[in-house]
C-alpha cells in the first residue's frame, strides 16, 4: 500500500495528537518528521513516536522531499504564512483553524496554494464528529424541513494562564474557539451568514480585557435566506468541556450533545465532570482521527479535501466581523465575497 509521507510543524497540545495519529492509527500516512521552534520537544516528540526527524524548523522540514503533506500546529498568527511556504515547497496541507488572523493574509495563503496547485483543509474537525455529521446528513435529506434558527454553546473547562494571552500570537475569543461554531453554523445551515451582532464580557476576570481578549461572548446571526441564530462562547466553564448545538426547522429540530433529560440539571466544578467530557481531545478523539484518515486518504487519491480553504476564509469572516462589532458596539454585515462592513 503507498503512504502518504507527511509531516507536523508545531508539536504542543493539539500537533502532538495529529503526530501520534498520523504515526500510529492512520494506515495510508507515514509520519516522517516533526517540527517545533521549541527544538527540545522537536526532538523529544521524535523520539517518543520512534520517528527520525525532529526538526526545529518548519524550513529544515520542508527540505525534506519524504514529506508529501504538512500539518501546521503552530499557534494561530503563524498559520498564513506556514500554508504559503509549505505550498511553496509543493506540500500539500492541513491547516489548523483559524486559517489566518485576517482576511488579507487568509486571501494570500489560499492564492498561494492555488499557485502551486498543492491542496489546502482547514482543522474543523467538528465535521467528522459522528454526532454532527449524522446531524447534517439529517438536515440534508429534509428531515427537519427548512432551517429557521442555529444555536450553539461552545464553553472551555480550563482558564487560559494570563500568559496565554500576553503571548499575543493567538486569536481572540472568536478566532480560537467560535469560529468551530462559525463553520457550524454555515455546514449546518447550508447558507451564508450575512450579518452578526457580538455581545462580550469580561466582567469576571477583567485582565483578559488588556489583551483585547473577553471572557465570555454571545453573537446573534442573520442569514442571506433569512435564518437567524445565536452562539456563546466562554473560555472558563470550569465543570467541564461543553459543546451543544440545535438546529431547528420548519418540520423539527436537532440537537447535538444535548444534556440529560432532567428539570434542572447543576454543573459545577465538582458535578459536572460525570456527564461531560473535560478537554477537547477526549470529546472529539474519534473527529480528530477521522478528520487526519480522511485527509490523508484524499491527498492519496487525488481527490479535493473535505473543508477547503474558502471554507476557512468564510468562517474567518464572520470572526473578523464579530470582532469588529465587538469593537465598535454595532451589528456588522458580511457580504457573500466574504469582505466585512
Ligand atoms: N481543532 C481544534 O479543536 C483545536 C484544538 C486546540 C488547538 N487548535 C489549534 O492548534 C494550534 C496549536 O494549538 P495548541 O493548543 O497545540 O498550542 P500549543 O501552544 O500547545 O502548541 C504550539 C506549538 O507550536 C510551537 N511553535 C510556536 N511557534 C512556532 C513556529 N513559528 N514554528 C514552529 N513551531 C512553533 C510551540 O513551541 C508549541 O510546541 C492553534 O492554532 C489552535 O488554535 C485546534
Known sequence: MRKLGVGVVGVGEMGRRHAENLRRNVPEARLIAVADVSQDRARQTALELEIEHGYSSLG????NEEI?????ATPDKFHAQAVELAAGAGKDILCEKPLALNLADARAAIAAVSKAGRRLQVGFMRRYDPAYAAAKQRIETGEI?????FKSVGRDR??????AYESGVNGMIFYTNTIHDFDLARWLMQDEVTQVHAYTT??????????????ASVVNLQYHRGAIGNIESYAQAVYGYDVRTEIVGSKGSILVGSLDRMPAVFLTSRGGEQMLADHFLSRFADAYLSEMKDFVHNILNDNAPRISGDDGLKALAIAVAAENSHQESRPVT???DGTVS
Open 145 to 149: 424541513g427548512t432551517p429557521v434558527i
Open 68 to 72: 508529501e503533506a504538512v500539518v501546521i
Open 202 to 215: 469580561s466582567v469576571i476576570r477583567p485582565e483578559v480585557a488588556r489583551y483585547g481578549d473577553v471572557v
Open 158 to 163: 480550563d482558564q487560559p494562564p494570563l500568559a
Open 334 to 336: 458580511i457580504r457573500l
Open 60 to 63: 529544515a522540514m520542508l527540505d
